[in-house]
């Protein structure tokens, strides 16, 4: 499976933004999908992520509130909602899909990754 991560760019404070994670070669059915960020020289930081059935989430904490995940499993893509950016959400953003079904927050259990997207917000 190949996952493609798309829609970032320059956005002002305050705006939105919306990524895609797309999959390609297998489904992402049974496996949990995060997004995840990184900053240069800094670790990659967990964002968000969701079950297979999109029924269970988790979100960072400082992201509850500004960013939604949802799934689209027919699609075979999945999607980050930001709002109410702030400039220290500028990172470029990872979409990587699970080992199994199991939602996990650690970049470790997480074992197929897109190529990211930039986000840059503006002050």
């Known amino acids: 499976v190949q996952l493609q991560a798309s829609g970032g760019g320059l956005v002002q404070a305050g705006g939105s933004l919306r990524l895609s994670c797309t999959a390609s070669?297998?489904?992402?059915?049974?496996?949990?999908v995060g997004w995840f960020r990184q900053t240069p020289g800094k670790e990659r930081e967990f964002v968000a992520a969701?079950?297979?059935?999109?029924?269970?989430?988790y979100y960072a904490d400082s992201m509850k509130g500004r960013f939604a995940i949802s799934r689209d499993n027919a699609e075979n893509t999945v999607y980050l909602q930001m709002i109410r950016v702030k400039p220290e959400d500028t990172a470029v953003y990872y979409c990587?899909?699970?080992?199994?079904?199991?939602?996990?927050?650690?970049?470790?259990?997480?074992?197929?990754w897109g190529q990211g997207t930039l986000v840059t917000v503006s002050s």
């Open positions: 990587a899909r699970s080992f199994d079904s199991v939602l996990t927050t650690v970049v470790t259990d997480y074992h197929v």
């Open positions: 969701l079950n297979w059935s999109g029924g269970d989430i």
């Open positions: 070669g297998r489904t992402l059915r049974r496996h949990a």
